[in-house]
């Protein structure tokens, strides 16, 4: 019986207040979602300059790393190499104001190479 005097009286019946439309309005929903979206910009894109970073920085040590070790290199013939004494001589005067000679030998190298080399390569790949 109690129930029959509420559901018959529409002037019991509360209308939400301006508040509670608000909070349960679709359009509060999505700009709340918006607002979401954009502070999760900010992380996602400091991650996305830190991957940019790691991989800039794999490029410079990879090229680095290939500019110590993989360049082009050169393949020269054999060198032949003579070592001989020359002696030096050095007109000098002495505290005196005599004129003295002095003498020194020294050692150096010198090296020889063909004008002209041909070479024949067979590479074989070992694992």
Known sequence: M???NQTNNPQNEVSPSALEKL????????????????LLLIPMNWVNELIVERSDRQ????????SKWGEAQVVSGPVLCIPYLFNKIINTTDDKGKPKVETSYEKDYLFLAARICQFTLKLIHVC
Request: hydrophobic share 65%; glycine share 0%; net charge neutral.
């Open 59 to 66: 490029r410079t040590v990879t090229a680095e790393i290939a």
């Open 23 to 38: 909070l349960s309005s679709v359009a509060l929903r999505i700009l709340i979602m918006f607002i979401l979206l954009l």
């Open 2 to 4: 109690e129930n029959s």
